[in-house]
Nanobody, 120 residues
């Protein structure tokens, strides 16, 4: 199983970016999907989370600005980021909890990280 993240880049404050993360490989089913971020010198933090049923929750710092969504047909999770601020600068990681074929139990998988830089 592999996760491929894309969509990061450099943007001015107030701008928007859309991150995507596609899961591929021997996947039986996907449970929760999420985005985390890690800024320089800081711990990794949860940004947004979406359940298999579509329920979402967000970090307080991004509520009203970020939207997480999923495309179950393509095993993909997106993060639409609007009104970006310099303190959103970080490496963003997708996280997917899934059951692989020939596996009884769900496991967490991580994408490689995509860098988001917001200039003031």
């Amino acid at each position: 199983v592999q996760l491929q993240a894309s969509g990061g880049g450099l943007v001015q404050a107030g701008g928007s970016l859309r991150l995507s993360c596609a899961a591929s490989g021997s996947i039986f089913s996907i449970n929760d999907m999420a985005w985390y971020r890690q800024a320089p010198g800081k711990l990794r933090e949860l940004v947004a989370h979406i359940t298999s049923g579509g329920s979402t929750n967000y970090a307080d710092s991004v509520k009203g600005r970020f939207t997480i969504s999923r495309d179950n047909a393509n095993n993909t999770v997106h993060l639409q980021m609007n009104s970006l601020r310099p303190d959103d600068t970080a490496v963003y990681y997708c996280n997917v909890n899934l059951i692989a074929f020939r596996s009884r139990y769900p496991s967490d998988y991580w994408g490689q990280g995509t860098e988001v830089t917001v200039s003031s």
